[in-house]
């Protein structure tokens, strides 16, 4: 365990409150639609009605006579400068701006410039487009019927099929499923869902033509990522970029990708030498920027009568869209989906993904999921679910039978992961207690009796987190690594700059515990500062809850090098030697001496004005962490609901979430991230879908349509937790901001299939709303 | 987005000239809100266009106009129209089915069975908010429809006809609007 420092201290383990919310709650945030600039002019984007069409002419002039109107940009226009086109995160291209054809409604086709944004909105109503409609293709299962137009002109390859990827043993898997005499399957879709962050997305590139200098504010998860990139692109020397990410309202993995508008913005402030500013509308976020999932899965699990899992197999088909815009790293084509074993022991495993394309807006990129694994763990927590359906043994019982055990890890997954640590029975048994389940199922059993519905929905899930190690894990060739810096000033007062970016993760306040908790140093002397890569080491930034894992592990590794020269300095100050000394949260004091010791305080000061001979002035470190491995957090979500027969709504009666992310900074701060993301899972399992119809047309491009939750449909949230720690993390922490949208969908549908089972239902997709619920109850004849 | 929308109603007017109306898609124009035949291209083809604002977005639909069949003895006709948004905002295609039906009283009864395709800006406000303008615009036809039926023969050539303008934008969103929230309170 870690000790535990006093509360003036405030290192790991105190419930701090969060030192940004006092500017939060204030509103006064600095987002980048509150950056303002002398000069500043406005773009607004014009974008496409169809979803595939061919583009014959666009007539700027009407607009062009607008007054106030400075500039209209065509992918004519970004051809010229070879920008047309831009390479995604992954291994594709993606348009600009349209040159040739559209590939998806919203596609950007151009980017007008105007004094103010109404201006340019108006200005963007002239720019008169003519289209000639082409074949529109929908669904990704007919992605590759020889009938189904070939989207993508560029490719080499003339097909919509974008990568196939498979891992694991397929014969082993399929010897295990001939031999089987319990076979269990599903399939189910993970449906295309949008992180939809409060803020959406948007910047203000300020090129100045004197020092040449392009400075870019930017809702960015990953600054000095997007810096290199917008270098090795745009031909701009790296030093003459900064990257600023000021406040960012929600990421959710919506912020990783370049976006068409960020390019636009920067060639308009190059040409024109005024600072150019462009911020999406709702609808233009919800429709055209990454949008989550449209994962097609279909599961088998292979067993014996007592519910013993032997192995599993799984086929997806992913659609992506009309560009492969995944952001995950580069060895994974589909994330860490072949996490999809989950919590527990196959002898045999195998998967394969297919990605095609669509005409549909491009992505996937990973929700709060560590790339992918929301997916795998919704699909395997259903599956397991329906194998304790038809065998009739209680879902709580059957995940127990199949569990990892505390003594296998670290456990070798048939599908190429090495687990750190884990209790998964521990979470289960608090879970199961806290929300009495055997009291739960009998008063499930007697209203049964009575005809009333409900169900309760179980999901013992595993996380991975943290990526990465190097030697795994890059994001367009850039290792996964993160970084800390810490400077101690000469009053004991510090500021420590890290490579991730906070989206409201609490970064301000966590950062500066673990500072606390290396050095003693109160938490609230130590300012955290993220965001501009002039200031900050590089990093790779925010998203697949690896802030803690990497950067927080650098902090603590930073740190550890301060001490180690507060060491030396307080040797020379106690006149003893460094051996003698030993390390008390805050201060050193020599052995057997407890009085005669130097604080963390004096120490700085003598690092600045008594600086001992051969030793450096200051006292200031950088880390840069590569993890060896992945974490991986856990933990056990039970969902109670009842259904209204007569209108199919669900209500979540109980939800209690048991986590696992082992030694934990702010208790407070990781119950706050549970909250937001069972949140998300509740609207995922019952409210969000981005829906398109035959023709290509969003049907789920606005708030009207794409429903967030409110405190109205939020239940009471109960959580709990069980400490396992990593065992190669250098505080033993694993990260926890995903493990809610991770593990929650599966409980929520688990819940609801159980409240329908005795009527033969075995899975419905996401959303399961009350209309879905009702067609349900009238098929079986609940309600007619 | 398609659509598909089933409607009927009765005028007191006899079936032949109800049916001699109906078949001009020159005159049907007429009654429809924001609607205008602007040539013929022969006996079976025009050219026209219409305008529909639903709250801010104004869509401008230019195209063709063509009877796919016309059975005068069972009062049966299909016709086809096609458009896009000048601006290229999207585009839309209806193929409408109307057919007539003597009735006992000397009056006839209107059924028209009309397929709406949308794509582009309008289709996005979801088949809700379409099919609830679609209502309103079906209702200010007939209105027109039998208005016009009432009074004695006009040319038809007369496109300064007030019912050749859009409809009133603010009020078609609000109208569509309530009638959304109508149906699913």
């Known amino acids: ?784 | 987005m398609a659509l598909k929308i089933e409607k009927s109603f009765q005028v007191k007017e006899p079936v032949e000239k109800v049916w001699s109306f109906l078949s001009d898609p020159r005159k049907v124009a007429l009654c429809v809100p924001g609607a205008q035949i602007t040539a013929q291209v022969d006996d079976k083809n025009y050219k026209g266009a219409i305008s529909v604002k639903v709250g801010p977005s104004v869509t401008d639909y230019k195209g063709e106009v063509q009877i796919v069949r016309m059975d005068a003895l069972n009062y049966e006709i299909e016709i086809l129209g096609k458009g896009q948004d000048v601006r290229g905002r999207g585009s839309a295609s209806m193929k409408m089915t109307g057919k007539l039906r003597m009735l006992e009283d000397g009056g006839t009864e209107v059924t028209s069975i009309s397929e709406l395709n949308v794509v582009g800006i309008l289709a996005q406000m979801g088949s809700r908010v379409i099919s609830e303008v679609s209502n309103i615009m079906f209702g200010e036809f007939t209105k027109n429809l039998q208005t016009r039926l009432s009074q004695p023969d006009q040319p038809s050539e007369a496109a300064t006809d007030p019912a050749g303008k859009p409809i009133n934008a603010g009020s078609l969103a609000w109208q569509a609007a309530k009638g959304v929230f109508r149906r699913e309170s």
């Open chain 1, 1 to 784: 365990m870690i000790a535990k420092t006093s509360p003036e201290i405030g290192g790991m383990g105190h419930s701090i409150k969060r030192k940004e919310d006092s500017r939060f709650i204030q509103g006064k945030g600095n987002y980048v639609d509150d950056v303002h600039l002398p000069g500043m002019v406005y773009g607004h984007m014009v974008r496409s009605p169809y979803a595939h069409a061919r583009l014959k002419s666009i007539n700027t002039e009407k607009a062009k006579q607008l007054p106030g109107v400075l500039a209209i940009i065509t992918g004519e226009d970004l051809a010229k400068a070879n920008l047309a086109w831009m390479p995604t995160l992954f291994f594709d291209k993606q348009m600009v701006l349209a040159t040739g054809k559209v590939l998806f409604q919203a596609q950007e086709v151009a980017f007008v410039v105007a004094q103010d944004q109404y201006i340019a909105a108006d200005a963007a109503e002239l720019v008169e487009v003519e289209y000639e409609e082409l074949p529109v293709l929908v669904d990704p299962h007919k992605a590759t019927d020889p009938s189904s137009p070939i989207l993508r002109e560029d490719r080499e390859e003339k097909s919509n099929h974008i990568f196939h990827w498979e891992v694991g043993d397929r014969d082993a898997t399929d010897k295990a499923f001939q031999s089987a005499p319990v076979k269990a399957s599903v399939h189910a879709i993970s449906q295309r869902c949008h992180p939809a962050p409060l803020e959406t997305c948007g910047c203000v590139a300020d090129f100045n033509r004197a020092t040449e200098k392009l400075t870019i504010y930017l809702t960015s998860q990953a600054p000095h990522a997007h810096r290199t990139l917008f270098s090795i692109v745009g031909g701009i020397p790296e030093q003459n970029i900064r990257v600023v990410s000021p406040d960012i309202g929600g990421g959710f993995g919506n912020k990783v990708p370049i976006y068409p508008g960020y390019v636009c913005a920067v060639v308009a402030s190059l040409t024109l030498g005024l600072p150019v500013k462009w911020i999406e509308t709702r609808s233009e976020n919800l429709q055209s920027t990454g949008f989550a999932r449209d994962y097609h899965m279909t599961a088998e699990i292979a067993a014996d009568q007592n519910g013993k899992v032997k192995a599993l197999r799984v086929k997806t088909l992913a659609d992506h869209g009309a560009f492969n815009a995944a952001a995950q790293p580069t060895k994974f084509p589909a994330g860490l989906f072949s996490m999809c074993t989950g919590s527990y022991d196959f002898a045999a495993s195998f998967c394969e993904v297919d990605g095609v394309y669509t005409n549909k807006a491009p992505g996937g990129i990973a929700y709060r999921c560590s790339f992918r694994i929301t997916e795998a763990a919704y699909l395997i927590e259903r599956v397991v679910d329906i194998l304790a359906s038809q065998l009739k043994i209680d879902p709580a019982e059957l995940r127990r039978r199949n569990f990892i055990q505390p003594d296998q890890f670290p456990y070798k997954t048939p599908l190429g992961w090495t687990y750190d640590s884990g209790n998964y029975e521990g979470a289960l048994n608090k879970a199961l207690e806290m929300v009495g389940y055997a009291q739960l199922r009998k008063e499930q059993e007697e209203k049964r009796k009575k005809g009333e519905l409900m169900g309760i929905g179980i999901s013992s899930f595993t996380e991975a987190v943290g990526a990465g190690p190097a030697h795994t894990f890059d994001i367009a060739g850039i290792k996964m690594f993160d970084s800390a810096e810490i400077r101690v000033h000469p009053t004991g007062k510090a500021i420590c700059r890290m490579g991730t970016k906070s989206q409201g993760q609490g970064h301000e306040t966590t950062y500066a515990q673990i500072v606390a908790q290396e050095l003693g140093i109160p938490a609230s002397d130590v300012i955290v500062e993220e965001g501009d890569t002039d200031t900050a080491p590089y990093g790779l930034g925010t998203y697949a809850s690896r802030s803690t894992p990497t950067s927080g592990a650098a902090t603590a590794m930073a740190a550890r090098k301060i001490r180690a020269k507060a060491k030396k300095i307080a040797a020379h100050l106690l006149e003893c030697s460094e051996e003698d000394l030993e390390w008390e949260t805050g201060k050193f004091f020599v052995k057997g001496a407890p009085s005669k010791s130097k604080t963390i305080q004096e120490i700085a000061f003598a690092a600045y004005t008594n600086i001992p001979a051969g030793l450096e002035a200051g006292l200031e470190a950088v880390n840069y962490y590569d993890p060896p491995n992945l974490t991986f957090p856990f933990g056990t979500y039970i969902c109670a609901v009842d259904i209204d027969k007569g209108t199919g709504e669900i209500k979540v009666r109980r939800f209690v979430a048991v986590d696992d992310c082992g030694n934990v900074i702010n208790p407070m701060i990781v119950q706050g991230q549970i909250h937001g993301g069972l949140t998300e899972g509740l609207a995922i399992a019952f409210m969000q879908l981005i829906d398109y119809d035959e023709n290509g047309n969003v049907q789920g491009g606005s708030f009207m349509d794409y429903l967030i939750p409110t405190a109205v449909e939020t239940p009471h949230w109960e959580t709990g937790s069980t400490c396992t720690p990593s065992p190669h993390h250098p505080f033993g922490a694993k990260g926890v901001g995903e493990s809610p949208n991770v593990g929650s969908p599966a409980a929520f549908v688990n819940a609801v299939v159980d409240a329908l089972s005795h009527l033969g239902v075995k899975h419905i997709d996401m959303p399961i709303t009350p209309w879905k619920v009702w067609n349900v109850l009238k098929e079986k004849g609940v309600v007619s």
